[in-house]
């Protein structure tokens, strides 16, 4: 199966070890993994600041660099989300909307594949650690998936998932939320870092890296031991013969 990867802005420039687990994560379930060079941000920004006609140029842009692929999976259910909102973003342009369709409809987030699509339930991890894992917002109130992450997770040797009080709330990230209403911002993941820490994990999991990039940069100020961790790191810990070792 071909499958081309989306990486996303945050997983280029922030997270690259997890563009990484994931090309290995999936070439072991059999996928031939393709990179599209001239991929770039999806415009999600700009989509949510308002900007939509600018948003448009990167939408067209994007569905012109993923028209060969077959499948497009994404570390990222907020990026995946607005390739999924392009239909609705092109709806009055009839040449682009068809196209727009298409690519909606074979991009996938990366737990959503291999749950879904390849019918992974188990990926052979192995990570000895308590954690909780965050329920980003795009990802179960755009995307829709609340299941694939928690089905993948549970199959890792020797992780102890607990239960995130109020997992629903938003981390404060927001794109250019976090920007410009800190203030706002602040109160939201520190309340975030609040409930993972009633958890004791020593792992916070998620499948979104801004909300990875947002709680993990507050755990780190507040000086909580929790390491953070994608979902991708977690379901490909181990996996090659040698339990990952969290600091």
Same mark, same amino acid.
């Given at each position: 199966?071909?499958?081309?990867?989306?990486?996303?802005? $945050?997983g280029?420039?922030?997270?690259?070890?997890?563009?990484?687990?994931?090309?290995?994560?999936?070439?072991?379930?059999?996928?031939?993994?393709?990179?599209?060079?001239?991929?770039? /941000?999806c415009?999600?920004?700009?989509?949510?600041?308002g900007?939509? =006609?600018?948003?448009?140029?990167?939408?067209?842009?994007?569905?012109?660099?993923? %028209?060969?692929?077959?499948?497009?999976?994404?570390?990222?259910?907020? /990026?995946?989300?607005? $390739?999924?909102?392009?239909?609705h973003?092109?709806?009055?342009?009839?040449?682009? @909307?068809?196209?727009?369709?298409?690519? %909606?409809?074979? =991009?996938?987030? @990366?737990?959503?594949?291999?749950?879904?699509?390849?019918?992974?339930?188990? =990926?052979? %991890?192995?990570?000895?650690?308590?954690?909780?894992?965050?329920?980003?917002?795009?990802?179960?109130? @755009?995307?829709?998936?609340?299941?694939?992450?928690?089905?993948? $997770?549970?199959?890792?040797?020797?992780?102890?998932?607990?239960?995130?009080? &109020?997992?629903?709330?938003? /981390?404060?990230?927001?794109?250019?939320f976090?920007?410009?209403?800190?203030?706002?911002?602040?109160?939201?993941?520190?309340?975030?870092?609040?409930?993972?820490?009633?958890?004791? %994990?020593?792992?916070?999991?998620?499948?979104?890296?801004? /909300?990875?990039? &947002?709680?993990?940069?507050? +755990?780190?100020?507040?000086?909580?031991?929790?390491?953070?961790?994608? +979902?991708?790191?977690? $379901?490909?810990?181990?996996?090659?013969?040698?339990?990952?070792?969290?600091?």
């Open positions: 199966m071909k499958v081309s990867l989306f990486i996303t802005c $945050l280029d420039t922030f997270f690259p070890e997890v563009g990484k687990d994931v090309v290995e994560l999936l070439e072991r379930h059999g996928c031939e993994i393709d990179f599209p060079k001239k991929q770039t /941000c415009g999600q920004p700009a989509f949510n600041s900007y939509h =006609t600018e948003t448009k140029k990167a939408a067209k842009h994007m569905i012109e660099t993923f %028209a060969h692929a077959s499948y497009v999976v994404a570390p990222s259910g907020s /990026c995946a989300a607005m $390739l999924k909102e392009y239909p973003l092109l709806k009055d342009e009839p040449k682009w @909307l068809e196209r727009a369709e298409a690519l %909606a409809h074979k =991009t996938y987030e @990366l737990t959503q594949f291999l749950y879904r699509v390849l019918g992974v339930t188990n =990926t052979g %991890a192995v990570l000895t650690k308590k954690a909780t894992y965050h329920m980003s917002c795009h990802m179960t109130r @755009l995307l829709g998936e609340t299941e694939a992450p928690y089905k993948l $997770l549970e199959s890792v040797e020797g992780l102890e998932l607990k239960e995130l009080p &109020n997992k629903q709330d938003c /981390c404060g990230f927001g794109g250019t976090a920007v410009k209403m800190t203030s706002i911002s602040e109160q939201m993941v520190d309340e975030k870092v609040a409930h993972v820490e009633s958890t004791e %994990a020593e792992v916070l999991i998620g499948a979104d890296s801004g /909300c990875l990039m &947002n709680i993990g940069g507050r +755990i780190d100020r507040t000086g909580k031991p929790v390491e953070v961790m994608h +979902i991708a790191q977690v $379901l490909n810990a181990g996996a090659g013969g040698e339990e990952r070792h969290v600091d």
